[in-house]
């Protein structure tokens, strides 16, 4: 079943694909431009254009663990990422299409172990000069910053411990943004999304409620220099102070999962008040939580000098009525339910709260906290960068940040350093160290036969090329 839903996911990108070269058949369409790190582009007179750009990311990581169960290097390769880009617009310069794909497929979306291609997939259309809409799936402007940078412009070999615990990545709906300029030269941007908050999931069945949100940025010193607002590092040395200060807020109602991903056993969480008391789902019993996030952020170039900095919270709100759960989507009596885990199938799951309460229960699935990262660095001009960063996570009482895998390693220290090889982001060698504080405890890392009560030191080394 695995193996024909991939199939049929991939044939639907294909033909998108092939849809969009269509119009190559015309005579008049030329190559108008290539430029390494930006693409090649397609031009039809002033009207029509399309580009193909992408990246390739080699990635090696080698992980020591100290402490009393010291268990050595774990060493790891794999291609990090290999985009491919299709973009344009029609004819209509109001119009813009975006086609995104992971030929990896091993992005942080997989689920239940399937590979996910299709990243980004919409349409935008220009309302006015300063309105526009976006349809589709895409990131998300209602998570911080750093998320819905491009991952080619990376400060670090990695996003932050921050992004990977509570973004949602990718999420598929209508984004409006307006863009104002002020007298003084200074900008506001404004953003709203209604949007199915569970992720990359554009082929499977939506089992939650609706996320909504929006952002707010505010550019005093003007917009930056070649789409710098969305790209990390100072590559184009900004020859006046650049500054974007922002804040996020969004809710979504009728939470099934974690924090709004379709990664692994992700949107299986469904809570019910059993009013027949049967043991099955019946029309009217599910309860679902309503999550809510927030955030502050902001961001600043000068010069070769980068700095971003980021804090996120998120709260639940928990419907009092919940007696029972289920994690199977499954109309079978919830005390004959099978399901295989990752390392063993259990059968007749328990179904009855034992030891907390529901509401405890609910929150210790989610992931409840606060976190806050800061980072920055400078770029020499001859394309040497050296940069430090640092993130703390706090968690809640009952979350499942609670869990060893994060409370037990809240602090992590990082530091890199970069070689660009052009003078965009056509090309560059990464590396970067990462001491993780083990001291809080033991953590049992990933469910790792190897309890770590140490601290870990993390090196990683990637390769970006663009094209």
């Known amino acids: 079943m695995t193996l024909i839903k991939i199939n049929v996911k991939t044939f639907v990108c294909f033909v998108l694909i092939i849809c969009g070269f ?37 990635w090696y990581q080698s992980t020591k663990y100290l402490g009393d169960n010291e268990i050595g290097y774990a060493n790891r390769f794999r291609m990090r990422r290999a985009r491919i880009n299709f973009e344009g617009n029609p004819g209509d310069q109001r119009f813009y299409y975006r086609l995104q794909f992971d030929l990896t497929g091993n992005g942080p979306e997989r689920y239940l172990g399937a590979k996910k291609y299709l990243l980004d997939a919409f349409v935008r259309y220009n309302l006015t000069n300063q309105i526009r809409v976006t349809f589709g799936q895409r990131m998300p402007k209602t998570d911080n910053r750093e998320v819905w940078m491009r991952s080619n412009t990376l400060q670090f070999v990695e996003r932050s411990r921050l992004t990977s615990v509570f973004s949602s990545l990718r999420e598929f709906g209508a984004l409006f943004r307006g863009s104002f300029r002020m007298r003084n030269g200074s900008y506001i941007r404004s953003y709203f999304s209604v949007s199915n908050g569970d992720g990359e999931n554009v082929f499977d069945q939506d089992k939650g409620g609706l996320k909504v949100g929006g952002r707010i940025d505010f550019l005093p010193f003007g917009t930056f220099a070649n789409f710098g607002q969305w790209r990390q590092v ?61 955030g502050i952020d902001f961001m600043f170039k000068y010069k070769g000098f980068f700095m971003l ?22 109309d079978v009596p919830l005390n004959q339910q099978t399901y295989t885990s990752r390392f063993r199938q259990r059968v007749g799951r328990t179904t009855e709260f034992q030891d907390i309460t529901p509401e405890q229960y609910v929150r210790s699935q989610m992931i409840l906290g606060d976190a806050f990262n800061i980072q920055m660095g400078y770029l020499f001009k001859n394309g040497f960068s050296i940069d430090g960063r640092f993130t703390h996570l706090n968690s809640d009482e009952f979350s499942y940040m609670k869990s060893a895998l994060y409370n037990n390693r809240p602090s992590q220290y990082t530091i890199g350093i ?26 049992d890392y990933r469910g790792s036969q190897y309890p770590i009560s140490g601290d870990e030191q993390i090196l990683r080394l990637m390769v970006t090329f663009s094209f």
Do not use: C
């Open 22 to 58: 269509e119009s190559f058949s015309q005579d008049d369409i030329s190559l108008e431009s290539y430029r390494h790190g930006e693409g090649i582009r397609f031009s039809q007179d002033d009207s029509y254009s399309f580009r193909i750009r992408g990246w390739l990311q080699p």
């Open 234 to 294: 100072d590559i184009v040395r900004e020859l006046i102070p650049k500054l974007v200060v922002g804040g996020h807020y969004s809710v979504f109602n009728d939470m099934t999962s974690r924090r709004g991903r379709s990664e692994s056993y992700s949107r299986q969480f469904i809570y019910i008040n059993d009013l027949n008391n049967n043991g099955t789902i019946d029309k009217g019993e599910e309860r679902l939580p309503d999550y809510t996030k927030y």
């Open 309 to 330: 900095g980021e804090y996120v919270k998120s709260t639940v709100t928990v419907p009092g009525d919940i007696n029972l759960r289920n994690n199977a989507y499954s």
């Open 418 to 443: 970069g070689q660009f090889l052009t003078k965009n982001y056509g090309a560059k060698i990464q590396a970067s160290y990462s001491w993780v504080d083990g001291s809080q405890g033991i953590s």
